[in-house]
């Protein structure tokens, strides 16, 4: 089937079976191996895209329902001059990863959210909503709860 992928703002036509998932053609088709496999059943989020700005679990999506729609990866989160994210430096500053399997999944999580609701930093619950809904297996979570609201501070800031 002939679709064509727009992902982090560049094109990707493709001829490709209706019955792949998302996360495969990513990685396969468009070379975008950011977003990692872990449990592809939807529960770890490892895999975790933005569609339309929607996280949602690429494992779980077949390709050509994206036709059409815009998909954000973990590698469209840097900006145009490839400077890190707020996001990803916070990440960074407090220690939110360690393997790093699970990061690009929770950058995702993340990343929607900030952008659904600037107010995060203010609502602790919502964070902790945003960080129970993927799977890490190193970090106890409480640096990535608090990656998640510095970079909600951050992106509040005025710029100076």
Do not use: W
Not at 14 to 26: F, G, K, Q, S, Y
Not at 40 to 62: I, Q, Y
Not at 109 to 119: K, Y
């Amino acid at each position: 089937m002939k679709i064509t992928l727009t992902v982090n703002g560049d094109d990707f036509p493709l001829d490709i079976e209706p019955r792949r998932i998302l996360a495969d053609v990513l990685r396969e088709d468009c070379q975008l191996t950011g977003t990692h496999l872990g449990c592809e059943h939807g529960v770890c989020g490892a895999c975790t895209v933005l569609v339309d700005g929607e996280a949602v679990r690429s494992c779980l999506m077949l390709a050509v329902q994206c036709d059409g729609l815009s998909v954000r990866t973990v590698e469209g989160l840097c900006g145009p001059d490839g400077e890190p994210s707020a996001l990803q430096r916070a990440f960074s500053a407090e220690r939110a990863l360690q393997c790093g399997f699970c990061t690009p999944g929770f950058l995702m999580v993340a990343a929607g959210a900030l952008e659904a609701d600037p107010d995060l930093a203010d609502h602790p619950e919502r964070v902790d909503h945003i960080v129970g809904s993927n799977v890490c297996r190193c970090t106890g979570y409480e640096p990535i709860r608090r990656a998640i609201t510095r970079a909600a501070r951050e992106q509040r800031q005025p710029a100076t």
